[in-house]
T-cell receptor, first 114, second 115 residues
Framework: DAGVIQSPRHEVTEMGQEVTLRCKPI?????LFWYRQTMMRGLELLIY????????DSGMPEDRFSAKMPNASFSTLKIQPSEPRDSAVYFC????????????FGQGTRLTVV | DQQVKQNSPSLSVQEGRISILNCDYT??????FLWYKKYPAEGPTFLIS?????DKNEDGRFTVFLNKSAKHLSLHIVPSQPGDSAVYFC??????????????FGSGTQLTVLP
């Protein structure tokens, strides 16, 4: 298995533009997490899905952020419109409930909003 | 309101010595605890874990200790090696909805092992 795959690895965009981050979880995993890493706050949970259903999106900072999981093998995190303070590394992770929280992370997307 | 706290942003130790990384939590519903290691430009990778019914788990040079009454866990690395230099995240897991498990991370500790 190739692990969790995120795209793009790097994204530079202008303020006000729409940004879409993509994630392919490990096949067979039924939980998917989106995290944001910043120097100030470490790894923040934005939203997570179980069996493609959003369970907790309380970490999503604003209405500008939205996430979807249309099927078990694909998820997107969208920011519209983007702002410079959204600049961070965004990680996607997947897991199985029986793994008791052991999650496998993608390599992340480094987002820079100028 | 951070439910998982790592109060030391950085730690430096000499090669061969013991590294001790600490973590505190506030949520008594957490029943499984994990440590992740992260190198620059990579995603975090799982290192070691411990169930709340245990107080110690050992895997090679890595040992995790859990003190439930104090809501505190620690990761010991003995002996420390330069390749251990990375950011270490403490994480805690709880059942949140049905069988779904939520994973909450601390802010991380940058460990530097000096040769």
């Amino acid at each position: 298995d190739a692990g969790v795959i995120q795209s793009p690895r790097h994204e530079v965009t202008e303020m006000g533009q729409e940004v879409t981050l993509r994630c392919k979880p490990i096949s067979g995993h039924n939980s998917l997490f989106w995290y944001r890493q910043t120097m100030m706050r470490g790894l923040e949970l934005l939203i997570y899905f179980n069996n493609n259903v959003p369970i907790d999106d309380s970490g999503m900072p604003e209405d500008r952020f939205s996430a979807k999981m249309p099927n078990a093998s694909f998820s997107t995190l969208k920011i519209q419109p983007s702002e410079p303070r959204d600049s961070a590394v965004y990680f996607c992770a997947s897991s199985l409930a029986l793994l008791l929280g052991k999650a496998f992370f993608g390599q992340g997307t480094r987002l820079t909003v100028v | 309101d951070q439910q998982v706290k790592q109060n030391s942003p950085s730690l430096s130790v000499q090669e061969g010595r013991i590294s001790i990384l600490n973590c505190d939590y506030t949520n008594s519903m957490f029943d499984y605890f994990l440590w992740y290691k992260k190198y620059p430009a990579e995603g975090p990778t799982f290192l070691i874990s411990i169930s709340s019914i245990k107080d110690k788990n050992e895997d090679g040079r890595f040992t995790v200790f859990l003190n439930k009454s104090a809501k505190h866990l620690s990761l010991h690395i003995v002996p420390s090696q330069p390749g251990d230099s990375a950011v270490y995240f403490c994480a805690a897991s709880e059942i949140s909805s049905g069988s779904a498990r939520q994973l909450t991370f601390g802010s991380g500790t940058q460990l530097t092992v000096l040769p």
